[in-house]
């Protein structure tokens, strides 16, 4: 079985920062890609941010600038740093790991979500 642990949210005014989170343990081999969604109430879920295995990201355009996605393979850790934050960030934030198991399988693991909340 794999575990996500997310955290970093909480309520910040507009402008502020934020730094999320994401780190994944259990029957892991190795990890793939590592990513953030985001969901906003009555809105679809979103891709922000996400980092291959190599290093490479991309970003939502919405986020260009503000968001730096990071990942520490050591610590098996995603990282969303976000800057300049605003009112329209405002989100539960996932992360989405796709993990290589132990006996050989590849799982796409959630995690539960972190709220972020962007008001004066």
């Known amino acids: 079985q794999v575990q996500l642990v997310e955290s970093g949210g909480g309520l910040v005014q507009p402008g502020g920062s934020l730094r999320l989170s994401c780190a994944a343990s259990g029957s892991i081999f190795s990890i793939n890609a590592m990513a953030w969604y985001r969901q906003a109430p009555g809105k679809e879920r979103e891709l922000v941010a996400a980092?291959?295995?190599?290093?490479?990201?991309n970003y939502a355009d919405s986020v260009k600038g503000r968001f730096t996605i990071s990942r520490d393979n050591a610590k098996n850790t995603v990282y969303l740093q976000m800057n300049s934050l605003k009112p329209e960030d405002t989100a539960a934030y996932h992360c989405k790991v796709v993990v290589l198991t132990t006996t050989r399988t590849y799982l796409e693991v959630w995690g539960h979500g972190t709220l972020v909340t962007v008001s004066s």
């Open positions: 980092i291959s295995s190599g290093g490479s990201t």
